[in-house]
């Protein structure tokens, strides 16, 4: 009977002798540069107000002074915007795989500047409202740069180039609570020069907001000017609309003519055209969905988390938080943003090589249970020592320990890009995997806030104020199951392979 050596289509042919690793295509730096800048828009408009939202809903008087409220409205707030980018963010990525990336990011930027404005003009919650909705509907540049990134690289520099996404996040996560935390109130911290200015009195958080606003005004036309289009065969938007035009002229033909001769559809070849975007429904494959499902409980974890953080240090100790005051957490989150892209930058691309990308996200997620437990420990020294050394240098340790969390994002990128059936379809997976992300990010701030208003209410203090830490180690589980699904190494690119 003849045995029959099955090998997997992976395994290496010579088992003797070190494969040869392929030599790396350099990064095409100018364009990376001015994509990393214009990432740069997004978290310097959504950190800048981390610092002050607290302090704003409370002086806006939604709360009617109940303390307890506060996270509540601070997680709403945060919630809008990633409720109208989930509804939004897919047409954006589908329309930029037709009509080109940056008209797309133009739109976006633009969205950003005019919603920050208004955001700082704001004097009553439905202004803050409405300005949120605004900034989600209206950006859908996250997944577009993300392809972007992706068109510009392959899959030898494709973790250098994710090793410096990082540096985006950790600038706006400087800027923005620095920007955020120095530049509110202006009149009162700076009487010498804005003491006797109506405006800053009347609209105190403006000129925080007014600084990431004028940068996604900038970034407009650093990218009408210098970004290169990365489709290579755009269709203009005036094409676009006549093709649906004639599309819907052509459908209300064949209803009108059912008794005569119907156009028979053409029946596509063997295999789809790499250069052409995919239907949404060809999308839904399992490796899309398992990377963008990763992607989805990724964000609800740090979300949750990232979003209480400024109100559990802004609250009273006597109620579970450190009473930090906003300059205060302004700093701290700078200092992390700034380590936190720091040891991405000089990391991630050395250890996703060593690891691979599925170990370093499964070791980002681990990482997020010490830090979640550190939470009651800190509010208990806080208690007993005040603002001591030691408070200080749990705090500390704790961003230290979050830093690899965010790991996770460049890992989950990768699985991400790999995932997309063909490369002109690259933008619809990044759209549909945001849209994911958003409705996670939508429910994350809300939900995880209004259970710390709920656990610090005193007539509510369920579990003695301990159910937002293990609600935030709940999802951290289920994030840790759901990375079980990925593959041990990322799926093939189906074009390079044809």
Not at 402 to 424: D, E, H, K, L
Request: net charge positive.
């Amino acid at each position: 009977m003849t045995v029959v050596d099955r090998r997997d289509e992976e395994t290496p042919l010579l088992h003797g002798q070190q494969r040869a690793k392929p030599t790396k295509t350099p990064i095409p730096w100018a364009q990376l540069s001015i994509l990393l800048v214009l990432q740069l828009a997004e978290p310097l408009t959504s950190q800048v107000i981390s610092p002050f939202a607290p302090d704003l809903i409370r002086n806006i008087g939604i709360t009617g002074g109940d303390e307890a409220k506060v996270g509540y409205y601070v997680g709403l707030m945060h919630s809008l915007f990633f409720a109208t980018q989930a509804m939004t963010v897919l047409h954006w990525s589908r329309l930029s795989d037709r009509v080109g990336r940056k008209p797309v990011i133009m739109i976006g930027l633009f969205g950003l500047s005019l919603s920050m404005y208004s955001f700082g003009m704001s004097r009553t919650f439905w202004g803050l409202v409405i300005s949120r909705s605004l900034n989600g509907a209206l950006n859908g540049n996250i997944g577009v740069l993300k392809s972007m990134m992706a068109e510009i690289t392959d899959s030898t520099n494709i973790a250098d180039a994710y090793a410096y996404l990082p540096l985006a996040w950790m600038t706006g996560g400087t800027l923005g609570p620095m920007i955020g935390g120095s530049l509110s109130r202006p009149h009162e911290r700076f009487p010498t020069l804005f003491g006797h200015n109506e405006f800053m009195a009347k609209y105190p958080y403006f000129l925080a907001c007014a600084v990431p606003a004028t940068f996604s005004a900038l970034a407009l036309f650093v990218t009408l000017f210098l970004l290169k289009e990365t489709v290579k065969t755009p269709i203009s938007l005036r094409r676009l609309l006549n093709l649906r035009k004639s599309k819907a002229n052509l459908t209300l033909q064949n209803v009108a003519g059912a008794d005569g001769p119907r156009p028979v559809a053409p029946i596509a070849s063997g295999k789809t055209s790499s250069s052409e975007p995919l239907p949404l429904r060809a999308l839904l494959i399992p490796r899309v969905i398992i990377s963008a499902g990763n992607y989805a409980l990724l964000a609800v974890v740090d979300i949750s988390y990232r979003s209480v953080l400024p109100v559990w240090m802004s609250t009273p100790i006597a109620l579970g938080g450190l009473g930090l005051s906003p300059q205060a957490i302004g700093a701290i989150l700078s200092v992390y943003g700034i380590t936190n892209g720091t040891l991405q930058i000089l990391t991630f691309s050395k250890l996703t090589d060593h690891f691979g990308a599925k170990r370093i996200y499964v070791y980002g997620l681990i990482a997020a249970f010490p830090v979640f437990a550190l939470m009651p420990v800190i509010n208990f020294v806080a208690r007993e020592e005040g603002h001591s050394v030691n408070m200080w240098a749990l705090i500390a340790l704790q961003s230290f320990i979050s830093i690899p969390v965010n790991f996770c994002y460049g890992s989950v990128f990768i699985f991400i890009t790999a995932s997309s059936p063909n490369r002109a379809s690259l933008g619809s997976v990044n759209g549909l995997s945001q849209m994911s992300v958003s409705i996670m990010r939508a429910i994350g701030p809300a939900m995880a806030n209004s259970i710390f208003s709920l656990s610090i209410d005193e007539s509510h203090h369920l579990l003695g104020g301990m159910f937002i830490y293990l609600f935030l180690t709940f999802l951290a589980i289920i994030a840790l199951g759901g990375a079980m699904l990925l593959p041990a190494q990322v799926w093939k690119d189906e074009d390079s392979s044809s």
